[in-house]
């Protein structure tokens, strides 16, 4: 296993047992797990990230630390919308849609009001405009 599954391993068991609350690099950091299907492997992958909460929807930012290319998790919800969203003690099923225009555009630049470490995300991404995706509770 590689060192950041080992570590996203240790904030998902760490989130799970402390009813979503963690320390270390995200202590007071808004922390969801997104559970989606791989688009190649049709297993199971549950990844920790942090979220802006707008009205009932969350939105979460595939930044993938400004690298070049999208995370897995945004290539998987490409292929598969539905997933699952754990935000605290609170675990359901959701489809998962990206933004775009002046929707977009406002979630990010609130993500950015809260977490302005994101910029950086954006200027080493270079020309790759970062996903901004909305996680919508399907209705049970």
Request: glycine letters at 10%; charged letters at 25%; a neutral charge.
């Amino acid at each position: 296993m590689s060192e950041r599954l080992r570590r996203n391993q240790v904030v998902i068991e760490e989130f799970r047992s402390n009813g979503g609350v963690v320390g270390g690099d995200f202590a007071g950091v808004p922390l969801l797990l997104l559970t989606t299907t791989g688009a190649r492997s049709g297993e199971l992958r549950t990844m920790p990230m942090t979220y802006l909460r707008d009205g009932s929807r969350l939105v979460v930012f595939a930044a993938n630390g400004g690298r070049e290319n999208h995370p897995g998790w945004y290539h998987n919800l490409l292929a598969d919308p539905s997933c699952r969203v754990e935000v605290g003690t609170e675990s359901y099923e959701a489809t998962a849609a990206a933004t775009d225009g002046a929707d977009r555009e406002r979630l990010w630049a609130e993500q950015l009001l809260v977490a302005p470490y994101f910029a950086g995300f954006e200027e080493r991404a270079g020309k790759r405009r970062i996903p901004v995706v909305a996680l919508t509770r399907t209705q049970a």
